[in-house]
């Protein structure tokens, strides 16, 4: 028997590894969309619950006990033998993805259900193997009709514990360190080496079946007979199946117990879904979450269905305790919703503690996913050895019994995977499908009580029950409809807002109620667009900064990921650069919307088509409140928004570009590594016209030296004809002057210039984001012509072995980035013409302001932008409108960008204005607080301490903005004393 669960856990191992084995693989040609992960899970989950139904009438027939372990052995051996083959099937089937892409790939629920029909059909054979093996399995174990509940539920426990097993395995040892490729061979062999010995086993079983199974086919065969009044003798102990028992009230309690464990199935494939999608949110969205949050679920259901299990032989009434179970796993799951959704400031404070090791930082967040989750997923366990006993009872076939019941509870959890992921999270959100969920789960938990509770007991006392019931079911879906309840705010945000101090600080139990300080916030900010759908959370911030001019903010799962002024530097040179490159851009794709604003820039130009691909409609929704720096791109004719995943739209269509821009989020989240792989550059590659440009956006924060040089590695090895572009306008080599770069890499032999034709000078003067009269400058921002020259050799992320994906985590927390920037000061230098172009640009007094007007435009100025001793009166007063127009929108607090003392007056001055506006209007104590640093800067520290003095009295003592005005008083004072206010207009 040993042997046996020894095999049977290996097989729950197995068939977790191929779940997400068979998922990437999958995602690999039909793109990693959460919908396409969806589908995938339907059809894992289907076709496990078909199998689990046929291989319960193939039990049935098979009386010798030896039977029933060699055609388990077949079914393992086949499974291992189908996944060596899965990957070439999926070659073959490539054309009909493709085809059916390009037919439907515009009506996402038409091309969604076709991808259905196509992976089942790859999928259903060894899922239906899978299905099938619990059944066989259980009717060689199970020999007697009075004692099914806990072999089972013990035979269902070792096997989910193995799946478990399989998750964590996978996810952090063999995928990383192996490859797809080798686990899938390492799965394969388990699974020959299962059958090979359950072959092996079934022919040295006994030949004539065991009494109780003879029994059981006898009692099949024929309905019994009654042995008197007290039916049948011999079967009188508790948990016995008499006569009576086995009758129609029985066998209704049965169908009722498989309709309760098939909305058990419903709810749990559909929790999982949802608390997968909040969890790894606010853990931070990696490959690592997602695995603790899947095995922490799965062993929380193999804990309850071995606990249960001991227990369901005993109770008088399994019927009655598999409606409680459920109901109060409905509850649990309530209250683990609204504990989960408010969790993120406890994950921040275990980021915190642990940001320097990561494994240990694991370690806590599984410990508290364990008390999240264990309480709910321990009573949804229940439900397999409660419904099992209802069907001994009833004088069920075991075979039968045992495959009919895992399969409506399987396609109970493929309708909760499908709903979930297509349905309830796209249109309520995870907060309220988590309360819609429980509310189903209450009604049938209910439902199924109020029929226990009417077969028992005097009427008076089952009145008094039902009206009690009735009661308690209402108090409890009430309680769905008002939770859970999530601060919107923090989700929205994500929270790296508040000090690491005031974390530190903040206990343990206080951080697990998500009591936490608030964050100091100087300027008023609404939040003014919130999405909770399949893309996680989407929101748009406005806020009023102190010279009173609106910003606008897009943060997706809570990390910013596009603005109307801070980020514009990059984002759009994201499209000016490869579009000033490529002699005549016509057709260009832009993976990834966020504000809109890098793609709008394309539409400056003399374009026939743009696609912009985009995997969250949130986004799309969202970028309207971009409008005014995006040019309402997506009301243009010329743009296509494709909702789909960039690698299945590069894998699947046929169509071609002349310049692809990737902007994805930072590779640390799941998913987003993917689209850093060499495969992923190839597909982008052979979708270029001859001489077309592919820019890929490459975050330096996040990062070390040996994990950025990897992913350029990766990328020259598809574009060694390329280059590395700095996103900071700033060419000084200083000690953490970081910046962001672009890959930039060309299809073919050919380097195009960057002197630019008038057209694109027009398409440049078009542009109201930035200011860049001469291309040229942007020869400013090269860092490198030899990109396999610059990485060299080493490690390369691919599919197949997906580095980024589990090495990009584990940096979250590094920001220093001085190596990669020593390292890329280090490499091969630029090409002769090339520096000397640069030099002249730099030396040229017309080049440096044009230089330094761009950017002022894109808010990223920065110390010696002008040789202010060699300008012209024109040069400087050219400046100084530029210069007006920064200084009026931005909020200065680092002034060294201005080492021209008129300059640093002239700038000064235009914000106090703009700050006396804001003061007039109801500015707060914040504007106060700037207006004194203001002063201080145009040479008027009485005047400076004044506003300290406002800034403290409005603020009070107490709040951060006063705190700061007390120590900014005291430290002018002590270097100016206290003069007399001088009067002029340095402030009211």
Known sequence: MNILLACFFVSGFGSLVYETLWTRHLTHVIGGSPYAVSIILSVFMGGLGLGGALGGRLADRLARPGRLLQAYGVLELFIGLYALALPTLLSLCRPVFAAVYSHWYASPFLYNTVVFSLCAALLILPVLCMGATLPLLGKYCVRGPDRVGGPLSFLYAVNTLGAAAGVLTAGFWLFPALGLKATTLIAAALNGAVGALCMVLGGRAPREAAPEMRAEAS???????????????????????????????????????????????????????????????????????????????????????????????????????????????????????????????????????????????????????????????????????????????????????????????????????????????????????????????????????????????????????????????????????????????????????????????????????????????????????????????????????????????????????????????????????????????????????????????????????????????????????????????????????????????????????????????????????ELFTKEFFQRARDHLEEGGVMVEFLHSYQMDWETFSMVGRTFAQVFPNGMLVRTMPDDRRLPGSASDYLLVGIKGTGRPGLAGTPEKREALARSTNLRLADPRLFYRLLESENLPGLFGPGPINTDNLPLLEFSAPRLRFTFDSRAIEAAIAAGPPLSDSTRALRDSLRADPESRLEFAEYALSVSKPFPGMMDWPAATPPQRQQFTKSLDAYCSQAHVTDWEFLDDAEMKTRCSVVQMAALNRNLKSGGSAAVYLAMAEVCLVNGVPANAMRFYGKALESAGENSYVGRQARLRLEEVRGAFGDGPTPSGNAGP
């Open 219 to 673: 009692r099949a065969a024929g309905p019994a007979k009654a042995k008197g009044p007290g039916g049948n003798k011999g079967n009188r102990g508790q948990g016995s199946l008499n006569v009576t028992e086995a009758g129609g009230s029985a066998q209704a309690g049965f169908r009722a117990a498989l309709i309760v464990f098939a909305v058990s199935g419903f709810c749990a494939m559909a929790y999982e879904v949802t608390w997968t999608k909040v969890l790894t949110l606010i853990m931070g969205p990696t490959t690592h979450a997602f695995t603790l949050v899947l095995a922490v679920f799965i062993t929380g259901l193999a804990l309850g269905g071995w606990a249960f299990g001991r227990i369901s032989d005993r109770v008088r009434n399994p019927a009655w305790l598999l409606a409680v179970t459920q109901g109060g796993a409905a509850l649990l799951a309530l209250a683990a919703g609204q504990r989960m959704g408010n969790s993120l400031f406890l994950f921040q404070k275990i980021d915190f503690q642990f940001q320097d090791r990561f494994i240990g930082s694991l370690a806590v967040k599984s410990l508290f996913l364990f008390a999240f989750m264990l309480a709910p997923t321990f009573l949804l366990g229940a439900a397999f050895p409660l419904t099992m006993r209802l069907a001994a009872r009833a004088g069920e076939r075991l075979g039968r019994s045992v495959g009919t019941a895992y399969a409506v509870n399987t396609f109970g959890g493929v309708l909760g995977a499908w709903i979930a992921g297509f349905l309830m999270i796209p249109r309520l959100g995870s907060e309220r499908s988590l309360g819609a969920l429980a509310a189903v789960q209450l009604i049938a938990a209910a439902a199924l009580a109020f029929a226990a509770l009417r077969s028992r007991g005097k009427e008076g006392k089952r009145v008094w029950r039902l009206l009690g019931s009735v009661a308690a079911s209402a108090l409890a879906i009430a309680l769905c409809l008002n939770f859970p309840s999530w601060d919107r705010v923090s989700l929205g945000r994500a929270a790296n807002r508040i000090p690491g101090s005031a974390i530190a600080t903040t206990s343990w139990l206080d951080a697990f109620f998500g009591r936490h300080p608030a964050s100091p916030v100087l300027i008023p900010e609404e939040q003014v667009f919130y999405g909770d759908g399949i893309g996680g959370f989407t929101s748009v911030w406005r806020t009023l900064n102190l010279l009173g001019n609106h910003e606008y903010g897009l943060f997706v799962s809570g990390k910013a990921d596009a603005s109307s002024r801070l980020d514009m530097f990059t984002q759009v040179l994201l499209c000016q650069f490869p579009m000033v490159l490529h002699p005549h851009p016509k057709k260009v794709m832009v993976l990834g919307l966020a504000s809109g604003i890098t793609a709008g820039e394309a539409l400056k130009y003399d374009i026939d088509r743009l696609d912009v691909l985009e995997i969250n409609p949130q986004v799309a929704e969202a970028s309207g409140f971009f409008k005014p720096w995006n040019g309402a791109l997506l009301e243009d004719s010329r743009t296509h928004l494709i909702l789909q995943d960039a690698k299945a739209h590069l894998l699947l269509s046929r169509e071609k570009y002349d310049v692809i821009i990737s902007e994805p989020s930072n590779p640390w989240m799941a998913g987003l590594a």
